[in-house]
């Protein structure tokens, strides 16, 4: 029996890292690491980072300053911390990262995680591993499931990767460069990890991937399978009663996913689909291989599919070349569209893609500028999409306690954070509710009628 000891885990970026992050913990959970929400009582410390802005990398480094001084702080009491740095920076900078940071102790990339168990070895033996091999063996095959314990403790509602990795090389990403050429795993190994989450009381999984809409991995029939095609497999495991997938590329939004909007119940309206921009000279210049009409075409299909779906975005303004005129068109497209929220950047040249060699790139003045204007638009978007939700009545699935004593914060279908007063026990259920508020970015509401006796998450399984 290993003797315990404590891990603190923190996760910048994407969802996938936070998938990602939970799956170390577990890979580490049989060598006696339990997960602490402290860092200064750790033994182990992983920053999972994330490389897609200039801003993300840099926040690990003012990390590994504070880690530092606790790691002294500790060693003045004679107690050891070994300090780990994963994911994307990890990846792109490698050495360079212990050359800036002497106190690392390990750096491995994201197809590396699991090795963990032996790279930690040599950490602390003080060899001061660094691992940024793309292997050709699948990480997941050794990757630890999570115990039913870990899986309650997470929640209702849980993130599984199925595909990973870019092959579009959109001129202003990192992503084929720090998670590596396009792969999928394979239908039977994502439904016996959905099933084995599912039977410790999920009820809403969300496939994740760079890409997921590019999926194609080896289906029941030795095939490749289609993201629709997973997706009617996933949504007929018994206990899971919610789907969603993110991130999806317009290219890949194919007729057989698009109709799978209005032929799957459990598959949620919401979708997130980045745009990027309004402009057909930034998208060309970006490499999307698509168009503003193309993107509009696809989103009345998706429509007609689905009429109340909930369409959320990316963009990023002041890519290099980026003139006023682009910028009107990414407004306005917001305008024609009516996105339900979305995520808006800066353009960050980041190393070794192309578009930070190109030349007019846009100053900071200009960037900012349009941001905030881009913000006032989506902001008023969304808030025009949630007044419309006012009165109506819709299925909440409650994930946790509100931020008052007898409340409960549930996400709508369309991805909402709802207030409902309720009991704790009904942490878990699908409850029909009615929106009696709105107030900022927020839903209140009242439950519309007494719940159904579903198992909560607290009993599921027992
Ligand atoms: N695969 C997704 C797609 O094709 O849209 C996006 C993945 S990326 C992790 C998430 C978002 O980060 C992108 O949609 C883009 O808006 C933003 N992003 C990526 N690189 C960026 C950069 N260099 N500067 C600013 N934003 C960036
Ligand atoms: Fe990056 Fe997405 Fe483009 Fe791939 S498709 S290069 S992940 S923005």
Do not use: W
């Amino acid at each position: 029996m290993n003797e315990s000891r404590k891990l603190f885990v923190k996760s910048f970026g994407c969802q996938m890292n936070v998938y990602d992050s939970r799956r170390m913990a577990d890979t580490l959970a049989p060598q006696g690491y339990v997960e602490t929400p402290a860092a200064d009582d750790a033994d182990l410390v992983i920053l999972n980072t994330c490389h897609i802005r200039e801003k993300a990398a840099e926040k690990v480094y003012s990390e590994l300053g504070r880690v530092r001084r606790l790691k002294e702080a500790a060693a003045a009491e004679g107690r050891r911390i070994v300090i780990a740095v994963a994911g994307c920076v990890a990846q792109a900078e490698g050495e360079e990262i212990i050359r800036r940071a002497p106190t690392v102790d390990l750096v491995f990339g994201p197809q590396s995680y699991h090795r963990l168990p032996q790279l930690l070895a040599g950490a602390e033996r003080g060899d001061k591993p660094v691992d940024t091999e793309f292997p050709l063996d699948d990480k997941f095959d050794h990757l630890a499931a999570p115990s039913t314990a870990a899986v309650r403790a997470r929640g209702v509602s849980a993130f599984v990767t199925v595909q990973e990795g870019c092959d579009k090389f959109c001129t202003f990403c990192v992503v084929p460069y720090t998670r590596g050429a396009e792969v999928s795993r394979p239908v039977d190994k994502i439904l016996a990890e959905v099933a084995q989450l599912a039977s410790a009381g999920v009820r809403e999984i969300t496939l994740l991937g760079q890409n997921v809409n590019a999926y194609h991995g080896d289906g029941l029939n030795g095939r490749p399978s289609s993201l629709a095609q997973l997706l009617e497999h996933v949504s007929a495991i018994d206990g899971v009663e919610r789907l969603r997938y993110t991130t999806s590329h317009p290219r890949d939004m194919d007729g057989h996913l698009i109709a799978a909007h209005g032929a799957l119940p459990k598959l949620m309206p919401q979708l997130h689909l980045p745009v990027q921009s309004g402009s057909d000279r930034v998208l060309a210049a970006m490499k999307r291989r698509h168009t503003c009409a193309d993107y509009l075409a696809i989103v009345s299909r998706l429509r007609a599919a689905r009429p109340d779906l909930a369409l959320t975005s990316d963009f990023i303004v002041g890519f290099p070349g980026e003139t006023e005129a682009d910028f009107a068109q990414t407004l306005s497209l917001v305008g024609e569209v009516g996105f339900s929220g979305a995520f808006s950047f800066k353009y960050s040249p980041r190393p070794g893609t192309p578009g930070a060699d190109l030349p007019d790139q846009v100053d900071e003045e200009t960037k900012s500028e349009r941001l905030h204007r881009l913000q006032t638009a989506i902001d008023q978007s969304q808030a025009e999409f949630n007044r419309s939700c006012l009165g109506r009545t819709f299925e909440v699935l409650f994930e946790k306690p509100g931020r008052y004593t007898s409340q409960l914060v549930g996400r709508s279908p369309y991805l909402q954070p709802v207030q409902v007063t309720a009991p704790a026990a009904m942490i878990g259920e699908i409850a029909a509710v009615t929106i009696t508020e709105v107030a900022s970015n927020s839903l209140f509401g009242t439950l519309a009628r007494a719940p159904a006796r579903e198992p909560s998450l607290a009993g599921a399984g027992a």
